[in-house]
């Protein structure tokens, strides 16, 4: 457990590879977001582990990226990429900077998703043999606590792949920390809570499996 907090030959290389000004920021981001937030991050019947994982959460707030890339120890963080909203991540050099220099996200369209761009080959893409993915399969921001259908994605994703392992996510309180709208963050407590890990299962529907993964992260907003 203490060797996910130490950054190893892997991990090390992959946070070499961004700046040193971005390695900075993302070290003075990831305490600030625990500060405003007082995040608490819970695992339950999982460990940290710097194997490739899909992390998928429920979004409510433009901050949940944030929040839960700062949650994962030093190690799995510099593995991990969030799968952003290329509009919004780009709006201004302060954003892009952040999506592009600290997160290191795969920025994803939604004004142009074309059979020739499909987001889903793009994470393949950017996924590579290393790295491990942040998503929010509701597609969208929620205005509450509730977890909305998921979209199709995270099903294809693990079609192409399906030895990854999937780790839900619930993301509490941020609904009401950063409402739609606000630019100014409320302070208030946070959640972060991990839940046991999940596949694929052989002969699984698209809508079995959608419905399976969003019970998971539903299951973990009571615990």
Request: charged fraction near 25%; glycine fraction near 8%.
């Amino acid at each position: 457990m203490g060797s996910i907090h130490r950054l190893g030959l892997r991990e090390l290389g992959a946070w070499r590879d961004k700046p040193w000004h971005a390695r900075l920021v993302g070290n003075f981001l990831t305490g600030l977001a625990r500060f405003v937030t007082g995040v608490r991050v819970r695992w339950v019947d999982c460990q940290p582990d710097t194997c490739q994982r899909v992390y998928f959460a429920n979004h409510t707030s433009h901050l949940d990226p944030v929040v839960l890339w700062s949650a994962l120890p030093p190690a799995v963080r510099a593995l991990t990429r969030p799968v952003a909203a290329k509009d919004y991540w780009t709006a201004g050099f302060v954003r892009r900077y952040l999506a592009i220099q600290v997160f290191n996200a795969i920025l994803i369209d939604r004004m142009e998703v074309r059979v020739n761009r499909n987001p889903v080959d793009v994470m393949l893409q950017e996924l590579g043999d290393r790295h491990s993915l942040i998503v929010f399969p509701e597609g969208g921001r929620t205005p509450g606590p509730e977890v909305a259908p998921f979209k199709s994605g995270l099903y294809y994703l693990c079609k192409r792949r399906p030895e990854l392992e999937l780790v839900p996510v619930y993301i509490g309180n941020m609904n009401r920390i950063l409402p739609r709208g606000e630019i100014l963050p409320v302070p208030m407590l946070a959640s972060v809570t991990f839940g046991p890990p999940m596949w694929l299962e052989a002969g699984e529907s698209k809508s079995e499996f959608l419905e399976r993964a969003r019970r998971a992260v539903e299951r973990l907003r009571d615990i």
